[in-house]
């Protein structure tokens, strides 16, 4: 069974840097798409960032040099560090695995991340 554990978030100043995991279980040998999504509240869900097996990476504009996306086939995790943090990057974040074979989404629990002015 698929499951995804989020850790690494919390309070940070703006201007400063957070990094944050994602653990995937029972994916180990199947190609698939991980991201990172983010939703504030009275928002919709929007793409943060993404990562493929072969590590291609895609970010959303307003992400684009500030934040890093990661992976370790390895071990099933990947990593979102985030510098330059902004009060608009408060938001729940979410981790995402996207099955390239069958395209089917799971999703972990989230973690909080606020970024105080």
């Known amino acids: 069974q698929v499951r995804l554990v989020e850790s690494g978030g919390g309070l940070v100043q703006a201007g400063g840097s957070l990094r944050l995991s994602c653990a995937a279980f029972?994916?180990?040998?199947?190609?698939?798409?991980m991201g990172w999504y983010r939703q504030a509240p009275g928002k919709q869900r929007e793409l943060v960032a993404t990562?493929?097996?072969?590590?291609?990476?895609e970010y959303a504009d307003s992400m684009k040099g500030r934040f890093t996306i990661s992976r370790d086939n390895a071990k099933s995790t990947a990593s979102l560090q985030m510098n330059s943090l902004k009060p608009e990057d408060t938001a729940t974040y979410y981790c995402?695995?996207?099955?390239?074979?069958?395209?089917?989404?799971?999703w972990g629990q989230g973690t909080q991340v606020t970024v105080s002015s």
């Open positions: 990562v493929t097996t072969d590590g291609s990476t």
């Open positions: 029972g994916i180990f040998f199947s190609p698939s798409t």
């Open positions: 995402n695995v996207q099955r390239t074979r069958t395209g089917y989404d799971y």
